[in-house]
């Protein structure tokens, strides 16, 4: 895994060509909440998490589906606001199907410098169009927004990851350390 770090100062000026270039078809539209996961989106966020366990590269590991359902996100959130957070949330939309096919988190401190970029995903089926650097790039603008404080966000990718690489890249952040995983069988 890459751990990466996007430092904040600058971010607004290379938001806007960033947001542009990824702007999606009209079959996809964003949605947006801070904290908890709005009851209707539950099960579909729900499907997210649970392709997280699937669709993201591992390096090679094998690792079983990690399944997740509405409680389970509910009890997700409910943790991460108990622990002193708050979550920054972007979702796709995909407008025919009425679904959620991608997402987008940071998780905010309170108080802190530093905040964390968590899941990103695109569903495989959905992938192509420009969908996780509209939902990393309107999250990150979100959170300048929403935290002025925060100063950097720490990521951590598969380095085989190339695509979400690529957007990171893009974005501005930067390498600043690995972590390694082993499977004993």
Known sequence: MRISVLETSGLADRLPALLTDASASGDYRLLEWTGPT?????????VLHTRMSTDAPMAGLQAPPDP?????????????AAGGQTVLTTAAEHVPSARLVGFSEIYVPAGRAAAMQADTLVLREHRGHRLGMLLKATTAQRLLQAAPHVEAVITYN???????????????FRAIGYEGGWLRT
């Not at 709005?38 to 729900?46: G, I, Q, V």
């Not at 997740?68 to 991460?80: E, G, L, N, S």
């Open 158 to 172: 598969a380095e085989e990851n190339r695509p979400m690489l690529d957007v990171n890249e893009a974005m501005g």
């Open 38 to 46: 709005p009851p209707e989106w539950l099960d579909d966020l729900a």
């Open 68 to 80: 997740w359902d509405a409680a389970r996100v509910a009890a997700h959130d409910a943790r991460i």
